[in-house]
């Protein structure tokens, strides 16, 4: 059974920095495409952040780009966030994800999902 499990979320002040992490068991991590998305209520989910299976390319999402950094260890089958640079509007459920599909950014394109992490991020 696949499980992808979050953790690292909290509160913290707006400028400040939260590293999550999701460390993914059940699957050959190595060979999937891992990926953060956000959601908060009312909204639909969006996408964050990917990584290519082999961290040769990664692509994120413009209003986080500069600030987050995705990496993963596929010794340790796990990916990480650095969040740096907080704002505000960071504040959401944070969500890993794993696929195999060569598309990165919808969420239609990966299989497995993490229950979430929550961020808050205050002014």
């Known amino acids: 059974q696949v499980q992808l499990a979050e953790s690292g979320g909290g509160l913290v002040q707006a400028g400040g920095s939260l590293r999550l992490s999701c460390a993914a068991s059940g699957l050959t991590f190595s060979r999937y495409r891992m990926g953060w998305f956000r959601q908060t209520p009312g909204k639909k989910r969006e996408f964050v952040a990917t990584i290519r299976t082999s961290s040769d390319i990664t692509v994120y999402a413009a209003s986080v780009k500069g600030r987050f950094t995705i990496s993963r260890d596929n010794a340790k089958n796990t990916v990480y966030l650095q969040m740096n640079s907080l704002k505000p509007e960071d504040t959401a459920v944070y969500y890993c994800?794993?696929?195999?599909?060569?598309?990165?950014?919808?969420?239609?394109?990966?299989?497995?999902w993490g229950q979430g992490t929550q961020v808050t991020v205050s002014s």
């Open positions: 994800a794993a696929g195999r599909s060569v598309v990165a950014t919808g969420m239609e394109n990966y299989d497995y």
